[in-house]
């Protein structure tokens, strides 16, 4: 119920669930607590958008915490999927005039080893605003190239087999989730329009898991992507 709530933009609702009852996940499961951030990360990102910095600093840092109820630790620092709220958590100190603040929150995105497909574009953003431009162009040039690759070789094995075996060895999300990549590079390179193309695409395979809001004429688009694949 709560991913109804956190997907229909009622995160106050959603948090109350996820707060207010205690979960037993299976080991290595992180799933309640994904919900969990992305109730508070969204929910910040409109109070960023309405301008109450205050309130969305304060969400975004508490989508860094790993609440007990949720049958979850924290990890060890470099093996955190922490770089979405890390880099709103950074705008939000840069709007408010911290600075300093701002850019140590973007550079500790750079501790993190492990990347999910929207955290490679976060890691993107962060770079370009430490003012490491050629390295965030790098990253978002390979991560086309790799996208483009997984996307020809999954479309090659679906010329060779029948459709329901293509959709029962699960070659549909992986090529949702080729597509996903691309739509990360596209609009880390400034691409938009390919980018919202392949969001298409994306969504006439799955929608579940895919969601990708503009926040501002001068902020970047918010991403937030989850697709099992097995």
Request: hydrophobic fraction near 35%.
């Amino acid at each position: 119920l709560s991913a109804v709530y956190v997907n229909d933009g009622k995160y106050d609702e959603a948090l109350k669930i996820l707060e207010e009852n205690t979960f037993t996940p299976a080991e290595g499961y992180y799933g309640y607590w994904e919900l969990f951030v992305e109730a508070y990360v969204r929910r910040g990102i409109e109070n960023l958008r309405n301008e109450k910095y205050e309130e969305a600093l304060k969400d975004f840092l508490k989508a860094l915490t790993y609440p007990k109820n949720l049958g979850v630790g924290a990890p060890y620092v470099p093996h955190r999927h922490e770089a979405k709220q890390r880099y709103w958590a950074g705008q939000c100190y840069f709007l408010m005039g911290e600075k300093k603040k701002a850019r140590e929150m973007w550079r500790s995105i750079l501790i993190q080893e492990f990347f999910n497909i929207d955290e490679v574009y976060y890691k993107g953003l962060a770079l370009r605003m430490l003012g490491r431009k050629k390295e965030a162009l790098k990253l978002f040039k390979d991560a086309l190239k790799g996208a483009l690759e997984k996307e020809r070789r999954i479309i090659s094995i679906k010329r060779e087999i029948p459709e329901e075996y293509f959709n029962a060895l699960n070659y549909d999300r992986k090529l949702a989730e080729a597509r996903c990549r691309k739509i990360v590079a596209y609009l880390g390179l400034g691409r938009n329009r390919e980018a919202m193309k392949e969001l298409r695409k994306a969504l006439r395979i799955t929608s579940r898991g895919i969601f990708v809001e503009g926040t501002s004429k001068s902020w970047p688009v918010y991403i937030s992507i989850r697709i099992d694949t097995y």
